[in-house]
Structures are given as C-alpha cells and as structure tokens.
C-alpha cells in the first residue's frame, strides 16, 4: 500500500488557522466584489457603456479593476448605499403607516360597529357602554353623509 495516511496531528493548529483565514479572506473577497458589480449596475451617473466598460474591467482583471473601482467611485459607493437604505426606509414607513391606516386612514361605521360587539360579547363594555358608543359612531357617520351632501350655493 503506497498511499500515506494522514493523522489529525499532521496538520497542526497554525496549519488550521491559516486556512480558516484564506477562507475568511476568499469569502470577503466575493462580497467585495458582488457589491462592486451591484454598485456599477445601480449607479444612475454611468451609462450602458460605462457599466458594460466597468463590468468587464472587473471581470476580466478582478483584482486591478475592483482596487481602481475602489480608488475611482469608492466615495460614491457609499453615498449611492446611504440613498438606497433611506428609500427603502422610507417606503417601508410609508407602508406601514398606510396599512395602520387601512388605506384610507379612517375605518368605516360598520367596522367600528362589529368591533364594538365584539366587545359587548366578550364582556368588555357593558350594555349601555355599546348603547353609546354606538350612538356616537353613528351621529358621526350621520354628520359626515349631511356634510357631504348640503349643497353649495355660491350664485344665490
């Protein structure tokens, strides 16, 4: 048998180390990379020719192309993040505020009247509580349909 067999003693703690970080280091370098070619593809600055140009450069030459991308548009990398994080936020806000909402930022007479009997039902509100709240929601909706429908008379 000529094949050498290797034992877990034959590859010493530093040996381990030193691959971990070569890993570690191929990992980044991926990320780096990836980020690089979404930020060529995301930056409105550059045209067709300037990111197929950029593309390429860091495809063909990765490590040339990704270290002058970085030198070149580094600064902006990071403005164009900073922007792309705030517009997420803000549709993310704007999303929730209008589905806390329900879309049309005030619920209806029928919603609010289920919502009390369900209340009623579970003992949170006794009789006369519903008997008012009822009242109110609908001389609410009363007092919106009358608004709604006085006319205007500007002329007369």
Not at 24 to 31: A, E, G, H, Q, R
Not at 71 to 76: L, S, W
Request: glycine share 8%.
């Amino acid at each position: 048998m000529s094949a050498q067999t290797y034992l877990a003693y034959d590859y010493p703690l530093l040996s381990a180390f030193w691959t971990m970080l070569v890993f570690f280091l191929w990992i980044l370098w991926f990320v780096l990379l990836f980020r690089i070619i979404v930020d060529i593809f995301r930056d409105d600055d550059l045209n067709g020719w300037a990111k197929a140009g950029w593309t390429i450069f860091v495809c063909v030459l990765p490590f040339l192309g990704v270290f002058i991308y970085l030198i070149a548009r580094g600064k902006g990398m990071g403005k164009r993040e900073v922007e792309q994080a705030r517009a997420q936020q803000e549709a993310f806000d704007s999303y929730i505020k209008e589905t806390a909402q329900g879309g049309t930022g005030r619920t209806s007479s029928a919603d609010e009247l289920a919502k009390l009997s369900q209340m009623r039902s579970r003992g949170d509100i006794s009789e006369d509580e519903f008997r008012r709240a009822k009242e109110l929601v609908l001389s609410d909706t009363q007092a919106a349909r009358s608004s709604d429908s006085i006319p205007t008379t500007s002329g007369h």
